[in-house]
């Protein structure tokens, strides 16, 4: 085995696991409703150690995207950049750090057309702040 990821993890599963061998990438849930990996130390703690952070459900995953990209925010956010709910939220991932990759689904061609797109949407600080803001409690 030439690299090693994790998945699901906390910061203290990442620690006990480079006592062992060195960790290329941890895959876990984050979205703007799921911010936990962000707000807690972990994707800091990745990037200060050189691990790659990919997020699944970067959106809201299988149940939850629907909810997210109808939410007033969104929607205003994606009428400003002329672009859709889901490559802004995937923009507003891109923001978090040079260690982030976010892995959107691609259940629809529109979706797999769209999501590369997101690298070339630039948010404005104050619209990142926003979306730092939104919670599950929305």
């Known amino acids: 085995v030439l690299h090693l990821g994790l998945s ?3 910061i203290d ?11 290329e990438t941890v895959q876990n849930r984050a979205n703007p409703a799921e911010q936990r990996d962000f707000k807690n130390g972990l994707v800091s703690f990745c990037a ?15 149940f ?18 002329e672009a859709s709910p889901y490559r802004v939220i995937l923009a507003w ?18 979706s797999v057309t769209d999501s590369p797109r997101a690298v070339d949407l630039v948010l404005s600080a104050e619209d990142i702040e926003r979306i730092d ?3 599950s409690k929305h």
């Open 13 to 23: 599963q990442i620690k006990a696991a480079l006592t062992v061998t060195r960790i």
């Open 48 to 62: 200060d150690n050189g691990i790659t952070c990919i997020h699944h459900s970067p959106v809201g995953g299988i």
């Open 64 to 81: 939850n995207h629907g909810e997210t990209v109808k939410h007033p925010l969104f929607r205003e956010l994606a009428e400003r950049y």
């Open 133 to 135: 803001r939104f919670d």
């Open 93 to 110: 991932h891109l923001t978090k750090g040079p260690n982030i990759i976010p892995i959107p689904g691609g259940s629809k061609i529109s």
């Open 8 to 10: 699901n993890v906390k």
